[in-house]
């Protein structure tokens, strides 16, 4: 009788641990499949005939021209000529093929930010936002320095649901590695004063003004208005 009683057990655990590996593995199926979104491949884009036409015209001719070159193009003409093809694949609707064009010139150069950027903002139109933000944040890896890749990044974070205190981080972050570029200094104090912390926006709008004097006058009614709400 013991025996058998212990049989039964050894045998509720066998169970009950075949059906915890089972949950643990759907699991991860599960989030496997909500890391990678089904994508947009086509979609019906606002062309005109006489655009359409004229696009497509460029897409074959730039196709004609990759085809003569063949085994003689360099990594470069290969490159430019992928990416113009992709530029007008994306205007015509047609992502996935534009997807694919870029990840040749990725293969081809590895090392290539603007190519990282423009594949993560494909991305973003194609339904897939963590992946573009991925693909921004090799960009600035690799070229820190270049303001619409932070302007961009900033998009996509807010997109996210980032909080607050982490995005003024990335703010700070871009301005040291922009040089306090004037567009990163705007958008800057236009965040904090939406955050409420107008002092360190009236600082902010002040830094605009010595960076483009020009634009004085419009930086300085944002200070007035701050400061009646101070």
């Not at 015509?92 to 997807?99: H, P, Q």
């Not at 932070?150 to 982490?166: A, C, N």
């Not at 912390?197 to 208005?225: C, H, M, S, T, V």
């Amino acid at each position: 009788m013991n025996e058998n009683r212990k049989q039964l057990i050894i045998s509720i655990i066998v169970i009950l641990l075949i059906a915890l590996f089972i949950v643990w593995l759907k699991r991860d199926q599960i989030a496997f499949f909500k890391s990678t979104p089904e994508l947009i491949l086509k979609a019906e884009v606002n062309l005109s005939q006489s655009d359409r036409v004229f696009v497509e015209k460029r897409l074959a001719d730039n196709q004609a021209k990759l085809l003569e070159l063949g085994e003689n193009a360099t990594v470069l003409e290969k490159v430019n000529i992928n990416f113009m093809l992709s530029a007008d694949y994306r205007l015509l609707g047609e992502y996935g093929k534009a997807k694919e064009l870029l990840e040749q010139n990725m293969m081809l150069e590895p090392l290539n930010s603007n190519t990282k950027s423009t594949y993560s903002s494909l991305l973003a139109v194609m339904g897939d936002k963590e992946g573009a933000l991925d693909y921004i944040n090799q960009a600035i890896a690799l070229f820190g320095g270049e303001t619409n890749y932070w302007r961009w990044k900033i998009d996509l974070e807010k997109e996210s649901g980032i909080s607050e205190q982490k995005l003024e981080e990335i703010f700070k972050e871009a301005l040291e590695k922009t040089d306090n570029n004037l567009n990163i200094v705007v958008i800057y104090a236009q965040f904090l004063s939406e955050i409420g912390k107008n002092d360190e926006a009236i600082k902010n709008w002040e830094k605009a003004i010595e960076l483009y004097p020009e634009n004085g006058f419009i930086y300085q009614a944002e200070i007035d208005r701050l400061k009646e709400l101070l």
